[in-house]
């Protein structure tokens, strides 16, 4: 499948930004089931700074906003070829050791709440398995809701409020697979829709590590494996190594930021 995505960020800030810097993970891998044809980034009201690969192999781009700026625009957009793999992106690649996965983050940590979750699972001899069941779980005890959670939001906190967004139910995915022994990451893309071109915000689920198999991908939010409608851009430990846009600003107490997003298949010329 051939999807095309433009996706716009604009900020607007209620004074001029003296000086402000900003992460971006906004270019999509390279792995399996894959290709990225083309893809373009441009900026108003700030400059490219530097470009590198991270720790995950997510591709990275620093930018510092023009000084007194009154408004920043980040847009992105491309092309990219993906494939069904059921899900299976395969081996481990990048310089973070898999050990690292096993570890919880403050995001993904387990308590009282997430034990009672893992506990509540069914016995499974079949890794991929348990996996699903583990997802159908958490659909389960987390309904799909917006404005409840927010970035900061930790896995306890997300059962705690029995509600939450894609990124809350790979979180609880993610801690309760590390607690059962299961190396698990987060990932950070986009989903072509069904019903609609436009979007509000771009998508998260979970992958986890099975032998045999390698990387597995596991959405939550919509109780499958991630298909060919789907496009990885970053992965991580949690939330904040995979977030597309991080950083800093001084100069300016207020901003609101827009986005504007579509993914579409696009027709393939033969």
């Given at each position: ?66 000084s007194g ?55 499974e001899s ?46 609880v995915f ?97």
């Amino acid at each position: 499948m051939r999807i095309a995505v433009d996706h716009t960020t604009h900020y607007v800030f209620s004074e001029p930004v003296s000086r402000g810097m900003q992460r971006l993970r906004l270019m999509p891998k390279a792995s399996s089931g894959q290709r990225v044809i083309e893809w373009n980034m441009t900026f108003e009201g700030a400059q490219l700074q530097v470009e590198y690969d991270d720790q995950n192999c997510n591709h990275v781009s620093l930018i510092s906003f023009d000084s007194g700026a009154r408004e920043v625009t980040i847009r992105c957009h491309g092309i990219v070829d993906t494939n069904d793999e059921a899900g299976i992106i395969g081996r481990h690649s990048g310089f973070m050791p898999m050990w690292l996965f096993l570890e919880q983050t403050d995001l993904t940590r387990t308590g009282q709440r997430m034990r009672g979750l893992i506990g509540g699972l069914p016995s499974e001899s079949n890794t991929v398995t348990a996996l699903h069941s583990l997802s159908a779980l958490i659909r389960d005890r987390v309904e799909y809701a917006t404005g409840h959670t927010d970035s900061a939001t930790t896995a306890e906190g997300v059962l705690a409020a029995g509600r939450g967004v894609c990124q809350d139910h790979a979180h609880v995915f993610i801690g309760a697979a590390r607690a059962l022994g299961i190396p698990a990451r987060y990932v950070s893309g986009y989903l072509m829709m069904d019903d609609r071109v436009d979007q509000d915000a771009g998508h998260a689920w979970a992958e986890a590590f099975v032998e045999g198999l390698g990387w597995v991908g596991f959405d939550i939010s919509n109780g499958i494996s991630p298909d060919a409608r789907y496009v990885r851009v970053a992965t991580g430990r949690d939330y904040r190594d995979a977030a597309p846009i991080t950083g800093i600003r001084y100069g300016s107490r207020d901003e609101s930021m827009h986005v504007k997003l579509a993914v579409q298949q696009q027709r393939v010329e033969q």
